[in-house]
């Protein structure tokens, strides 16, 4: 009696643990599904043919889209045409984090330059047209795990036949094959510091723009050690602007009316009136010149009431009136070569 019992505790022992060890095996085995950042890769884009006006939204728009959601669509259109895009005014995703759409967002793609044309969330959508550079454009959808959002959004297209007189765009090489002169014109047209991280790095410049300012174990600058650094690191925007302020600008200069008139027969008061001249340097010139000089690119005459006094004939006294005098005012200014 005891030996069959211990023969059926056995195998009562075998088949539970290889049960417990299959159990604990599955909670490791990996997902079916691709994932990134915890949301599933879809497998493949979805091709769309433009011959027509037509729409891209989110899985059940106008309501709640799902959790967990990659979508790509890439539009295409006949090689002589054109896509343009534009947003319905009903959008709704999660919202940004400091400003950044991390979570839930859709982005739209140009792949003729590879660059990110924008990324949207929030409650905010897109307010103006996009228009591709040749005859394909991506539109990205993503979703994460948590606080899925209503309505979602919709993208509608539309063909555009290419102008006759549209410029050819020239093929530029990504910005890590570019030669250092050529990138550094580059990024010295762009106004912020977000639109050269986006010309750096379309497919990631938000969280380029995160790690900026993080300071690392490699380099830690004197403002971040003598703790001067400013709340949320230099402003780089602030800095490039008060360059553009004070180079070639227009600016207030005082001016002598008798001197700039050439009226030395007559007094005017007020003597001297402010006037906008453009002034200061052209150090960042982007001409590739020996010097630059900064000079007026429109001029404007406005008229400006004085009082004018002037002598009698005859020893009769002085004459006094209210008068216009022209005076040259300069609203744009610009680098140019300075001749030889």
């Known amino acids: 009696?005891?030996?069959?019992?211990?023969?059926?505790?056995?195998?009562?022992?075998?088949?539970?643990?290889?049960?417990?060890?299959?159990?604990?095996?599955?909670?490791?085995?990996?997902?079916?599904?691709?994932?990134?950042?915890?949301?599933?890769?879809?497998a493949q884009e979805k091709v769309l043919t433009v011959s027509g006006e037509g729409m891209v939204h989110s899985p059940d728009f106008p309501h709640t889209y799902p959790r967990n959601t990659v979508l790509v669509w890439r539009l295409v259109a006949a090689s002589n045409m054109r896509i343009q895009l534009t947003f319905d005014e009903r959008f709704g995703l999660e919202d940004p984090e400091d400003g950044i759409c991390k979570y839930d967002f859709v982005e739209i793609e140009d792949p003729t330059e590879k660059t990110l044309l924008g990324r949207w969330c929030g409650s905010q959508p897109g307010t103006e047209s996009h228009k591709s550079k040749g005859n394909q454009i991506i539109i990205r959808f993503i979703s994460d795990?948590?606080?899925?959002?209503?309505?979602?959004?919709?993208?509608?297209?539309?063909?555009?036949?290419?102008?006759?007189?549209?410029?050819?765009?020239?093929?530029?090489?990504?910005?890590?094959?570019?030669?250092?002169?050529?990138?550094?014109?580059?990024?010295?047209?762009?106004?912020?510091?977000?639109?050269?991280?986006?010309?750096?790095?379309p497919e990631r410049w938000q969280l380029d723009m995160e790690e900026?300012?993080?300071?690392?174990?490699?380099v830690l600058g004197k403002s971040f050690i003598l703790n001067k650094k400013a709340r949320g690191g230099a402003d780089l925007n602030l800095l490039r602007e008060e360059v553009r302020l004070y180079s070639c600008t227009p600016r207030n200069y005082s001016v002598s009316l008798r001197e700039e008139l050439k009226r030395t027969d007559v007094i005017f008061w007020p003597s001297c009136l402010l006037?906008?001249?453009?002034?200061?340097?052209?150090?960042?010139?982007?001409?590739?010149?020996y010097d630059c000089q900064c000079v007026p690119a429109r001029v404007a005459k406005k008229y400006h009431e004085?009082?004018?006094?002037?002598?009698?004939?005859?020893?009769?006294?002085?004459?006094?009136?209210?008068?216009?005098v022209p005076l040259e005012h300069h609203e744009e200014c610009s680098c140019v070569c300075k001749d030889d």
Not at 14 to 38: C, D, I, R, T, W
Not at 163 to 192: H, K, M, N, R, Y
Not at 212 to 218: G, I, V
Not at 306 to 324: A, C, F, N, P, Q
Request: proline residues 9%; negative net charge.
């Open 1 to 42: 009696m005891i030996l069959p019992l211990i023969f059926l505790l056995a195998s009562l022992l075998q088949h539970y643990g290889a049960e417990a060890e299959s159990s604990h095996v599955s909670k490791f085995l990996l997902p079916s599904v691709k994932e990134k950042n915890g949301v599933q890769d879809s």
């Open 145 to 201: 795990e948590y606080f899925p959002s209503e309505p979602g959004f919709c993208i509608h297209y539309s063909p555009l036949p290419v102008s006759i007189s549209e410029p050819e765009v020239p093929a530029l090489p990504p910005p890590s094959l570019q030669g250092v002169e050529e990138l550094s014109e580059a990024v010295a047209g762009l106004s912020t510091v977000e639109e050269v991280m986006k010309y750096l790095e």
């Open 212 to 218: 900026l300012y993080k300071p690392t174990w490699q």
């Open 275 to 289: 006037v906008k001249r453009c002034g200061g340097n052209c150090a960042c010139c982007s001409h590739h010149c």
């Open 306 to 324: 004085v009082l004018l006094l002037k002598h009698r004939g005859g020893g009769r006294g002085l004459l006094k009136s209210m008068t216009d």
